[in-house]
Antibody
């Protein structure tokens, strides 16, 4: 069965960077893009962007350009989300998600990771 | 950017009764392939979101048939024919037409009266 397992929570100081991982299993990793979604405490869902696991092509939401870097490691079926220059308002749960083959675009997120809480605090 | 709005933002429901949530987009979500690029998700308390409806009206695998999606263009509705206690949570619509930037609606919190 398809599983997305994310790395554990992180506590970082302002200005630092953090790298969150999302390890996929149960399917051919290169066949699907992976999307990252952010949820600040008590807030709604925010689409951050996606990365093709086939060729590494990325699309970032305009708001996150220059802030995030999405990468993949096909050898370990793992996707990564790196956030730089962390600020207190980057404190959030970060989810990875995978689309369904039922949809032609990189949506219909049928599979989600459990989420990773990143806390930015001095 | 396509802006998504939802109403109501809070919806107290009575088990066994129907409930509906409206989602509107600032631009048409109707793709040239004839499908509306609009998904619905439910985030139950303490859980990751789950897909309910995709392409406007297609129920995702394992989703009870009391959930249905309708609408086209800019106006969409998620309907629960008979609410059950396990349906509480926050419901989000999301547009996926603009590939350079998907956007979620603000969410509708559903709880039991």
């Amino acid at each position: 069965q398809v599983q997305l397992v994310q790395s554990g929570g992180e506590v970082k100081k302002p200005g630092a960077s953090v790298k969150v991982s999302c390890k996929a299993s149960g399917y051919t990793f290169s066949n699907f893009a992976l999307t990252w979604v952010r949820q600040a405490p008590g807030q709604g869902l925010e689409w951050m962007g996606w990365i093709s696991a086939y060729n590494g092509h990325t699309i970032y939401a305009e708001k996150f350009q220059g802030k995030v870097s999405m990468t993949t490691d096909i050898s370990t079926s793992t996707a990564y989300l790196e956030l730089n220059s962390l600020r207190s308002d980057d404190t959030a749960v970060y989810f990875c998600a995978r689309g369904s083959s039922l949809c032609s675009g990189n949506h219909c997120f049928s599979y989600w990771g459990q989420g990773t809480l990143v806390t930015v605090s001095s | 950017d396509i802006v998504m709005t939802q109403s109501p933002l809070s919806l107290p429901v009575t088990p066994g009764e129907p409930a509906s949530i409206s989602c509107r987009s600032s631009q048409s979500l109707l793709h040239s392939n004839g499908h509306n690029f609009l998904d619905w998700y439910l985030q139950k308390p303490g859980q990751s979101p789950q897909l309910l409806i995709y392409l406007g009206s297609y129920r995702a695998s394992g989703v009870p048939d009391r959930f249905s999606g309708s609408g086209s263009g800019t106006d969409f509705t998620l309907t629960i024919s008979r609410v059950e206690a396990e349906d509480v949570g926050v419901y989000y619509c999301m547009q996926a037409l603009q590939t350079e930037g998907f956007t979620f609606g603000p969410g509708t919190k559903v709880d039991i009266k």
